[in-house]
């Protein structure tokens, strides 16, 4: 069960994201364009939906090694070379997103100690910045993943995962 979780958890949290988001704008869209009446949930849902997509995307991109890099100079490098530069760009990547996960949570905090709500849901405002934090946090995850990975492939003598590159066919991986 760990591994389907370890290996899918972000698939799935971006479908249930995706889904919300496109049903509720498609709501939305016929109750505007047929009742002349929109909600302002509606549009708290679509948008936090999005902004859930867009942290949970960035994790999902880490974990693949999907996310934008220039590679260029890893070709000219030998296997062991290149291994090294992926570990360096993600300790660096790892900092970054500590940092971020640190500062993001106080905004987390300052909801839930006034009783931040929503304007149209009503609901605690904590539950949609805590998108922010957990995003970063699963990215941390996935980067220490990465590095386990790639000092793995390194002692074993195997070449580094490179991820997908763009326009990559499903054959190919």
């Known amino acids: 069960m760990w591994s389907a979780l370890d ?3 972000e698939r799935w949290a971006l479908l249930v994201f995706y889904t919300m988001l496109v049903v509720t704008m498609a709501v939305e869209v016929i109750r ?5 009446y929109s ?3 509606g549009e708290e849902i679509v948008r936090y939906s999005f902004i859930y997509l867009a942290w949970i995307g960035a994790s999902a991109a880490v974990k693949d090694r999907a996310h934008i890099r220039i590679d260029v100079l890893y070709n000219f490098v030998s296997t062991r070379i290149k291994a090294a530069l992926y570990m ?3 300790l660096i990547m790892l900092g970054v997103a500590a940092i971020a996960f640190y500062f993001s949570i106080e905004s987390v905090w300052v ?3 006034f009783g931040s709500v ?3 849901l009503r609901i605690s405002l904590a539950l949609f910045l805590f998108a922010v934090p957990f995003g970063f946090g699963l990215m941390c995850i996935r980067i220490i993943q990465s590095l386990a990975r ?3 492939d390194m002692r074993d003598g195997n070449s580094v995962y490179e991820g997908a590159t763009l ?7």
Not at 32 to 36: C, D, I, M, T, V
Not at 167 to 173: A, T
């Open 111 to 113: 909801a839930v100690k």
């Open 39 to 41: 909600s302002v949930w």
């Open 88 to 90: 360096l760009s993600d």
């Open 167 to 173: 326009f990559e066919s499903e054959d190919k991986k």
């Open 118 to 120: 929503t304007h149209g």
């Open 32 to 36: 505007r364009e047929l009742f002349a």
């Open 150 to 152: 790639d000092l793995r």
């Open 7 to 9: 290996k899918n958890v």
